[in-house]
């Protein structure tokens, strides 16, 4: 047996996993690289996978840095069966098509640039006849329960708290006589997160391949989190500036309305005009009202009173291209929140392109920014972004708020692992920049003895 993963080594975009085997042939998630300067050549390519000798796709949320790349192989004659828990296609669903609808935006832009300059139009990576193609392929398989899905192959998803539906995927294999099992950490979420459970993790495996975004440090507490979430709001709203918020539309903006309600229930952030400019922001928020079932007992509580979002009187929801761009000419205290959670595209980009030259906006970071993008630039403390290849002054404030984000730290990463420890599993660390993946195989080995392997492109593991 053999795994090759397919991206997010020594990065946290592009995560994949070949898994072949004597019987059959298995993808473990297909992400889109971001932020590298050759992420669209990277997101062009399959790189150890041959769609055609695909026997499934299993999904471990739906982020697009673990299923950017998925419409691709369906458009290279790809015809396996995709599964995933019901809430996680739900939201793939949404956001592939999303993401489609915008690559065909930023690629009329270009060709538009290059006609002008007289050069070949360029080809997008996939059409929307791709995506509608694999949303016929679809299997949910729910939580805890072993599914058959290839010969040799079965698939157990446990919860891992990182976005509604988000899994790890627990793989018996039986191969060559013998039975193995392996572990994709996928995202894993921290404890205490509003909305979502805390991770479930498996406690026997072989092969453990565990994310490393946060290897190196700890988050600060829910609860002080929020403090300074409220606090930065409170100043600003005051101060009658701008705030916009870049968010993930799925995960991060439903977190984020989250805390905005409760401020507001609380008295410590004053009401003021607020915009949720990303359709699929709205389009995610609908389905996590459909998913109930899947939140903690804390949000159950709130959701049955009624009084999760009671509170957001002043929210508008921002269908339009053209209300978003009146955004644009805003002046007064506003908290505008939109798609693009790390600048590289979605609405957020335009904003971001109007508001930064002024004083009287500021910028939360209120989630991790791959190296790269304009997320990342933001946050280092540019004073000159590119926007559409056009120089952009930034006299914005740029705040990053901790707590926020939907990675577990470095603690909370050993605690998961622990419950696997005692098998002594072989460990891989993938999903995190290479500062973080030594810290934390530093941590393993000091508390379970174990050598955490860093992979890099080009490595494959066999058992």
Partial sequence: MRITPCGALGEVTGSGYLVETDKATVLVDFGAFQGRPDAEEMNRTFGPVKP??????????AHTDHTGRVPLLYGAGCTAPIFSTRASLDLTHILLLDAAGHAAEDLARQNRRRSRDRLPPLRGLVDRDDIERLFGLMQAVPYDMPH?????????????????GSTSVEMIVHDGGQKRTIVFSGDIGPKGTPILR???PPTHTDLVFLESTYGDRDHASPDHGAAQFHQVLRDAIWAQKVVI????????????????????????????????????ASKTTATYRRHQDLYDEETKRLSRVGTMYEHLRQLTIVDSVEQSRQLNQTQSACIIIAGGGMCEGGRVVHHLKHHLPSTRTEVLVVGYMAVGTLGRQLADGLKTVLIHDQPVQVRAAIRAIDGFSAHAGQTELLEWLGAMARSSPRVALTHGEEPQRTALAAKIKDRFGLDAERLMPGDFIEL
């Fill in 52 to 61: 055609d000798a695909l026997d499934a796709v299993v999904l471990t949320h």
């Fill in 148 to 164: 058959a899905m290839a010969p040799g192959i079965t698939v157990t998803f446990r919860d891992n708290g990182h976005i509604l």
């Fill in 198 to 200: 805390d991770p479930d």
């Fill in 245 to 280: 918020i870049p968010a993930f539309a799925i995960g991060r903006t439903q977190s984020v309305l989250f805390q905005i309600a409760a401020g507001i229930r609380a008295g410590v952030v004053p009401e003021c005009p607020l915009y949720l400019d990303s359709p699929m």
